[in-house]
Each structure stands twice: as C-alpha cells, then as structure tokens.
C-alpha cells in the first residue's frame, strides 16, 4: 500500500498566482484532513472531511478551499497565494476512532 | 492559543538510556490523546495512543501515561536508540470517537546521543 501521497513535494508560486495540493489515499479511509506546519511549530488544521460531498472547516481555513468528490482524493487549493501561506502542507486519513496516517508534506514558498 | 503544550523543547540523552517526553493539555473533555514521531522532511508517523478511560499503554519500548487529575501526558522511550532521534509531538482529541480535530502541541526534540 502507498498510503498517503502528497503531491507536489516542492513548489515555489509567486504572490497572487494559484495552486492546488493534491493528496490521495489507498487506504479506504473516510476521515481525510489538511494541516500546515510553520517551522518550529506544531501542525495546524485546516479542512476536514468525514466522507465524499461533506467538508468543513478546521482552526485555520482562510485563503483555503478543498472538495471532497472521490473518498480517494482531497485536494487543497490556493487561490490567491501570499506570503503568510509559506508552509508545509500535510495531508492526513483515517478511519472513525483511528489513529491519522499522514503524508510526507508538500513544502510550499511563495515570493 | 493552543491547548495542548510541552515542558521541555528539546531532550538529549545518551544512547541505552530511557528517555521521557511531557506534554500538559487544558481541555478536559479531551478524550483520546495520540504520540507523534516526525523526522527530518517526513510527515509525522503514529507511535501510541490512549484513551481517557485509560492510565497507561504500553507499545514496543514506549509507554504513554495519562494523568487526567493534572491534566498530564507523558511518553517513555525505553533503551533509547540513535534511530528515536526526531521530533515528537503529543495530540489531544475533542470530538469524541469521530477522531477529528486534533489538537498538537508544539513537539520536543529528542536527540540521542551515541
């Protein structure tokens, strides 16, 4: 099994410009989450979804919009990238009750 | 802020010997507390989990106690290896066995020193 894959794992954007994070899973799991993490910090949430067609919001979602149309996939997208967005991106699944599998992180800079 | 902290940022201690991470959490219907193993450029990797109806569970060398009284949790790494070097970072759950949400702490850097 894969597990969880991270796609890209580099990318570099420029103020403004517009990206979408890929992550999927083989594992099926129906708890999918994005987190970032900030240098020297611990890993903040993002956006949640329990199954396909339901997502919701975590402690940080502004600038952030995901879907959840496959139990497979759940990208993230950037729409108007900007400085503050800078981090390593992680992409998490589960089972109901179970502990999260994570990614290897998707390193973000935006200049 | 975050609910979930550590006492000590970084941990260095020599090769054999047990090593312990602490963590504090203030939100006491947290229910469900995991350990996170994070190496360099990786992302982090599940090591234990306890439940609140639980004091202790014990893995392959790590032990994780629950202190519900103090709000404590702490992880022992028993004959510490070269190979446990890494950040670990403790987790607290709110939402009830639906096991989303998690809460991390800011981790702790455990080096080993051969």
């Known amino acids: 099994n894969a597990g969880v894959t991270q796609t890209p794992k580099f990318r570099i954007l420029k103020i403004g410009q517009s990206m979408t994070l890929q992550c999927t899973q083989d594992?099926?799991?129906?708890?999918m989450y994005w987190y970032r993490q900030d240098p020297g910090m611990g890993l903040k949430l993002i956006y949640y979804?329990?199954?396909?067609?339901?997502?919701d919001k975590g402690e940080v979602p502004n600038g952030y919009n995901v879907s959840r149309s496959t139990t497979e996939d759940f990208p993230l997208r950037l729409e108007l990238a900007a400085p503050s967005q800078t981090s390593v991106y992680f992409c998490?699944?589960?089972?109901?009750?179970?502990?999260?599998?994570f990614g290897d992180g998707t390193r973000l800079s935006i200049l | 802020g975050e609910s979930v902290g550590l006492h000590l940022p970084t941990l260095s201690v020599q090769e054999g010997d047990n090593s312990i991470i602490n963590c504090a959490y203030s939100?006491?219907?947290?229910?469900?507390f995991i350990w996170y193993k994070q190496e360099s450029g990786k992302g982090p990797q599940f090591i234990i989990d306890?439940?609140?109806?639980?004091d202790k569970r014990q893995g392959q060398r790590v032990t994780v106690l629950l202190n519900k009284t103090v709000k404590h949790l702490s992880l022992q790494i028993a004959a510490t290896q070269p190979g446990d070097s890494a950040v670990y970072f403790c987790?607290?759950?709110?939402?009830?066995?639906?096991?989303?949400?998690?809460?991390f702490g800011k981790g702790t850097l455990l080096t080993v020193n051969p």
């Open positions: 987790a607290e759950n709110i939402g009830g066995s639906s096991n989303y949400k998690l809460t």
């Open positions: 979804s329990v199954g396909a067609g339901i997502t």
């Open positions: 594992m099926n799991h129906n708890y």
């Open positions: 306890i439940r609140s109806n639980m």
């Open positions: 939100n006491s219907a947290s229910d469900y």
């Open positions: 998490a699944s589960s089972l109901r009750g179970q502990p999260q599998h």
